[in-house]
């Protein structure tokens, strides 16, 4: 797609449908931060102990949340396929499947998060506070199923371009949350105070009413009509089931290799003293808020993508990709210039602490350099998986984050002596190769000639 090629108005309608589909996206994903927030502002009030194990408890959680969202990535993508195809009458079908693997899965994530004591003993956690983490944990164990379905059906909506639902259910919950949370915890309309414990329920009951409350919208709503929905309930069928975890499984092992690249730096950094963890969790929260940005364009250009690739269209699969990679550079370079600029300002809106407001000043500088990379790789990874390409980039994620990545920062911190930067300046580099191999592989695939030919479930 040369620039002498590019026709404007088409690209002009791209832009603007990818950023109708992000911007929906880019406020549920703060709202989800935002429940970290609420949990974290509740349990401090109630003292270090309980803060300590809503901390530790929502640590092991967010694996939860990742393989959820990673295994369920494949949703959107089969259905804008299907809906680009013009066969969103199979749509029910497919989701009916989706909902057997949902299941599954909940219970899986169920078992593990209420089985994590030698997890707990492993990494450190301290006996007394051990006790409090397992009391979260096993309170919102309960949400695991209702995590599951409810990114199943957060997934078939955006897959059909409408997004605002997620963000309507997101900010819904997000206000549940905290009235739920202060009366279990702090023991309010006559119930015991619970602590950590009423944490985990108050978060594993908001889940299941965003579940239900999403189930009945679609029944409900008139754009979901015609998808086949009504049709009689099927059995797991092999083929569909298998084609979904193709796909999503490579996602969700390429999200945990990023997050547990993230928790590994912040392992490794915990050796150099509290003041370089404090401020490395000021920057790494700095880092977590910017990054949705990028994460809820990704998310629109799958949509995007898919729909073209189900349309077989490559040059409208070209427009959807290399627009959207455009855009989030637009976006990236506001983040860089915020890190780059205002780096002290950030980090003292945070504490008050000079020496962490240092260590932090440094680390939003580096975080500040990584924007594009962390941008690009995330975008490009969406675009791939809008072509249904998810076993490559899981190997590329694999090889970028834990082959360069984490031996570059590892040297440097220890060898080089260059403390918690050195794991950021290993960051950079892991996120700089993961970005710099997905782009160029969505650009071979998408600039090649003939028309597109990708594979669309036919068996559901």
């Not at 599951?148 to 059909?160: K, V």
């Not at 206000?175 to 105070?193: D, H, R």
Request: glycine fraction near 12%; aromatic fraction near 8%; hydrophobic fraction near 55%.
């Amino acid at each position: 797609m040369s620039t002498a090629r590019i026709d404007r108005a088409r690209l002009a309608h791209e832009l603007s449908a990818t950023v109708r589909l992000a911007l929906p996206l880019i406020g549920a994903q703060l709202a989800a931060i935002g429940s970290n927030v609420v949990d974290a502002m509740l349990a401090g009030h109630l003292g270090a102990h309980t803060l300590g194990a809503v901390a530790v408890g929502g640590n092991v959680w967010s694996m939860a949340i990742v393989i959820s969202i990673g295994v369920m990535m494949a949703v959107p993508a089969s259905v804008s396929h299907l809906d680009g195809a013009q066969r969103r009458h199979e749509v029910g079908a497919l989701l009916q499947q989706v909902l057997w693997i949902a299941w599954v899965l909940g219970a899986v994530l169920w078992w593990a998060v209420r089985h994590t004591a030698p997890l707990l003993t492993a990494i450190g956690v301290t006996p007394d506070l051990r006790g409090s983490v397992q009391d979260f944990l096993h309170a919102i164990s309960w949400g695991a199923p209702a995590l599951t379905m409810y990114f199943a059906l957060r997934g078939l909506s955006e897959g059909l371009s409408l997004t605002r639902p997620s963000l309507y259910f997101s900010l819904g919950g997000l206000m549940l949350l905290a009235p739920l949370g202060y009366v279990l915890m702090y023991g309010k309309l006559g119930l015991p105070a619970m602590g950590a414990r009423g944490s985990g329920i108050a978060t594993a009951t908001v889940l299941w009413i965003e579940m239900l409350g999403f189930a009945l919208y679609i029944r409900r709503h008139p754009n979901y009509r015609g998808l086949g929905l009504e049709g009689a309930w099927q059995r797991p069928r092999l083929r569909p089931i298998g084609e979904v975890l193709h796909l999503g499984m490579p996602m969700a092992a390429s999200l945990v290799m990023e997050a547990g690249l993230f928790s590994a730096t912040g392992l490794v950094i915990s050796r150099l003293g509290d003041t370089v963890v404090a401020g490395h969790q000021v920057a790494l929260n700095v880092v977590s808020v910017a990054f949705m940005v990028p994460l809820g364009l990704a998310m629109a250009i799958t949509i995007r993508v898919g729909n073209a690739a189900g349309r077989r269209d490559r040059v409208a699969v070209r427009y959807a990709g290399f627009g959207g990679i455009g855009l989030t550079l637009i976006t990236q370079l506001v983040s860089c210039s915020l890190l780059l600029g205002l780096p002290g300002v950030i980090a003292g809106l945070y504490t008050r602490d000079a020496a962490v407001v240092a260590v932090a000043t440094q680390l939003l500088v580096l975080a500040g350099i990584f924007q594009f990379s962390d941008g690009i790789q995330a975008v490009s990874n969406g675009a791939l998986r809008g072509l249904k390409d998810t076993r490559v980039p899981m190997l590329i994620t694999a090889f970028a984050y834990w082959l360069v990545g984490m031996p570059v920062g590892w040297w440097l911190s220890f060898h080089a002596h260059l403390g918690a930067r050195g794991m950021w300046i290993g960051l950079i580099a892991g996120l700089s190769m993961a970005a710099v191999l997905l782009f160029a592989r969505f650009y071979r695939a998408a600039m090649a000639p003939g028309r597109l030919s990708t594979t669309v479930p036919t068996d559901t």
